[in-house]
């Protein structure tokens, strides 16, 4: 079984900051990319940022300049930095980690349990 554990959401004024982590534990094999989607109330999830083993990354048009997936491939663990937010943030926030359990696995997504981030003064 594999668990994703995110951590720091909150409630922040507009132009403020926060990191938000996931960690990743179980019987994971390999993690090939890892990301962050949201869900803002009465909408769908969409993609905020996702990141490779190898770095690369990708953001959405709304999350260009403010945003920053960082990741720890010995911890198994992604980042995210929100800078300059907006209250059209406010969203629960979803980890994701597409991997394998074993060698020769076929990959697939696994999700954390969201942490709501609310951006308001």
């Known amino acids: 079984q594999v668990q994703l554990v995110e951590s720091g959401g909150g409630l922040v004024q507009p132009g403020g900051s926060l990191r938000l982590s996931c960690a990743v534990s179980?019987?994971?094999?390999?993690?090939?990319?890892m990301g962050w989607y949201r869900q803002a109330s009465g909408q769908q999830r969409e993609l905020v940022a996702t990141?490779?083993?190898?770095?690369?990354?990708n953001y959405a048009d709304s999350a260009k300049g403010r945003f920053t997936a960082s990741r720890d491939n010995a911890k198994n663990t992604v980042y995210l930095q929100m800078d300059s937010l907006e209250p059209e943030d406010t969203a629960v926030y979803y980890c994701?980690?597409?991997?394998?359990?074993?060698?020769?696995?076929?990959?697939?997504?696994?999700w954390g349990q969201g942490t709501q981030v609310t951006v308001s003064s």
């Open positions: 994701n980690a597409n991997g394998t359990t074993s060698s020769n696995s076929t990959s697939r997504d696994y």
């Open positions: 179980g019987r994971i094999f390999r993690i090939i990319s």
């Open positions: 990141i490779t083993s190898g770095g690369r990354t």
